[in-house]
């Protein structure tokens, strides 16, 4: 009987893989390929039909980012042992003229013109582009010229495949500029690290985007199903326009726009609000530690600080001296427009649970008591072991019930569920705050 490997394999069965594609470049035997997969609505890798893993050393087992990362070991700038909040050297709050307001930059427009600038010393960027025009595909592609980074998309926050990136590099006669969630850097260091160190040399900078997860295609099928839109988007865009959270679906005849603070009624508020809970994104990304992009020399996410409430601008975070030196010429060039951040800022922006990975955690005990795999993440200071208490486990529960009956396309039947979480939330959190309080009163 053929078998296929059970480590990859088990990264699959748990909805765990993101394709980013080490393990399609380090198996010898190109077993493994790209797939959509229907269920899970996204992107991950399958084995092919004749594939038998008997006897082999297993090389995708040690790159799969699913399975374990070594941040101290596959940092590729030997920059030790991570802390808790990793390398970060210094934090700014600040965007780019030039495309903060361009209708595509999701926030400050970092990333874009940082792309910008490595084209302009003649380093290539390896970035996220559309397939093509019909679809809301997209794939790994070098970007040399102007006209292309033209093309870069905006944050693409549904499910996309990274499979290729590797090949790019190896082929690319330059060193590269990677633009990347934080799995998908992880996947390319990892392959690089174990299996062919020498492309290290093809990575100039790293740019990551700090990313809370990714959503699964069935967060817009379930949306338009409520909405009973019978299209297909050829783009979906949740940010880029002057307002967060403005969903845009384009098709072949325009652009719907819904914008989540201003729905006609509580109905349609509700239809949005289970479509993009965090019931439907990736679990993967549920069971991620790693939302700021350790690997990165510089990073960027959304500024959701008191102070600058209302503004469109980045969270930056700077990881490396090759980070600081770009960042610095591009301040002095007035292409950024910077002031001093702090790690509190992140907290504040992100939350703590992302920055540390609390829920994370969390759920990977809970999933570990029960025998499911999980990924493993290693750093040097964890932080507090932190436990999982039963109303944890009755949430994870009752999430994966509801991630199941989402995949299985029973929307209305998701849409109950979502709402019943909700009202558990608020009849549970109610009485706890209210206790609370009694206990402070007391206390004092
Ligand atoms: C899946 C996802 C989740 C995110 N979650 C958070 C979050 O929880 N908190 C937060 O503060 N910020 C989050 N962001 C980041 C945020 O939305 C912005 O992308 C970031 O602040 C950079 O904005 P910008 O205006 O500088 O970049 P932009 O001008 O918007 O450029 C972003 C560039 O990143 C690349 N890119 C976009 N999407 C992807 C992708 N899926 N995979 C690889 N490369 C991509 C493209 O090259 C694109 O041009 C997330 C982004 C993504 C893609």
């Keep these: 009987m053929r078998e296929h490997n059970p480590d ?11 394709a980013c594609g080490a393990c399609v470049s380090a198996c010898p035997y190109d077993f493994i390929e790209h797939n959509f997969h229907e269920y899970r609505g996204s992107n991950e890798v399958r084995f092919i039909e004749t594939a038998d893993c008997s006897g082999c050393p297993a090389p995708c087992t040690r790159v799969c980012p699913s399975i374990d990362i ?24 600040g965007y780019s003229p030039e495309f903060q307001s361009d209708g595509k930059s999701s926030s400050g427009g970092i990333l874009r013109a940082l792309s910008h600038y490595a084209l302009s010393t003649g380093t290539p960027v390896l970035t996220l582009m559309k397939s093509n ?24 926050y549904h499910s996309t495949s990274f499979i290729g990136a590797i090949e790019i590099l190896r082929e690319s006669e330059n060193a590269c500029a990677i633009v990347g969630i934080p799995c998908q850097l992880a996947g390319i260091h990892n392959y690089i690290t174990y299996i062919e160190p020498e492309l290290s040399n093809k990575i100039k900078l790293t740019f990551g985007i700090v990313c809370g997860w990714m959503y699964s295609y069935h967060a817009h099928e379930s949306f338009m199903s409520h909405k009973k839109l ?29 914008d989540r603070r201003n729905f006609g009624s509580k109905a349609e508020k509700l239809d949005y609000q289970s479509a993009y809970s965090t019931d439907s994104n990736r679990l993967r990304c549920r069971l991620c530690e790693d939302h700021t992009n350790l690997l990165a020399d510089v990073i960027a996410g959304d500024a959701w600080l008191a102070r600058t409430q209302g503004q469109k601008v980045s969270i930056i975070g700077v990881r490396s001296d090759k980070g600081q030196k770009v960042v610095d010429e591009m301040a002095s ?64 529960y009752l999430e994966t019930l509801r991630r199941h009956v989402l995949r299985t396309g029973k929307y209305r039947t998701f849409w109950w569920l979502y709402l019943m979480k909700r009202l558990w939330i608020f009849t549970s959190r109610v009485p706890r705050l209210a206790l609370a309080k009694l206990k402070r009163s007391l206390a004092r």
Aim: include cysteine; hydrophobic fraction near 35%; proline fraction near 4%.
């Design 333 to 396: 060039k007035g292409l950024l427009l910077l002031e001093a951040g702090s790690i509190d800022d992140f907290v504040e922006s992100q939350s703590e649970n992302l920055i540390y990975g609390i829920t994370a955690q969390k759920m990977k005990r809970w999933f570990g008591q029960r025998g499911i795999r999980t990924p493993a993440y290693h750093f040097a200071d964890k932080g507090p072991e932190i436990e999982t208490s039963a109303v944890d486990g009755f949430s994870f």
């Design 70 to 93: 070594n941040f101290a070991e596959i940092n590729l700038q030997n920059r030790g042992t991570p802390e808790r909040d990793g390398w970060i050297k210094q934090t700014y709050i």
């Design 133 to 156: 025009d019909d679809t809301i595909e997209y794939r790994p592609k070098l970007v040399r010229t102007e006209s292309d980074l033209k093309q870069m998309p905006g944050s693409v």
């Design 230 to 258: 019978e299209i297909r988007p050829t783009d979906i865009s949740y940010r880029g326009d002057d307002k967060v959270g403005l969903l845009k679906l384009s098709t072949g005849s325009g652009v719907l726009k819904f």
């Design 8 to 18: 990859i394999q088990g990264v699959l069965d748990n909805d765990l893989c993101i």
